[in-house]
Structure formats: C-alpha cells, structure tokens
C-alpha cells in the first residue's frame, strides 16, 4: 500500500483571537439582507471576515411592515 504525505502549511497565530458577535436589527421589510449587507461592506472593516443571517423573526408586536433580523458577524 502506498502512503502520500500531505504537508500543511502553517500560519501565524493571530494577534487577538476570532470573535462573533450577534446582532438583532428591527427593520422595515422593504429593506432587504443586500441592502444590509451593502451598508456593512462601506464601512470596509477588515477585522469583519463573514456576516449572516441567522433568523428574521415576525410578529403582530413589531406591526405587518416590520420585522427583527439577527445578524452573525466574525
């Protein structure tokens, strides 16, 4: 049987460690998760490496035009 080494490469160990946050945000539906993520990408974080969705909530306590949306950043 033949066994091939694989070689990892390594790299350096980060300066602060990975954190991740969520956030809920209560938005008119008219605004969409691309105008979200457009507003988070001007303000061109590179500690910012992902964001998504997580959940969007509806209820009769935000109202028909309303809506909570729980983003995850790392």
């Known amino acids: 049987m033949k066994h091939e080494m694989q070689i990892k490469k390594m790299k350096a160990i980060p300066e602060y460690p990975e954190s991740t946050r969520d956030i809920t945000l209560t ?3 008219v605004v969409s998760y691309q105008k979200i993520l457009n507003a988070i990408a001007e ?3 590179p500690i910012l490496k992902k964001v998504e969705c997580i959940d969007l909530f509806n209820s009769e306590a ?3 035009q309303h809506h909570n949306v729980t983003l995850r950043m790392t």
């Open 43 to 45: 303000v061109n974080l």
């Open 27 to 29: 938005l008119g539906k």
């Open 62 to 64: 935000l109202g028909p």
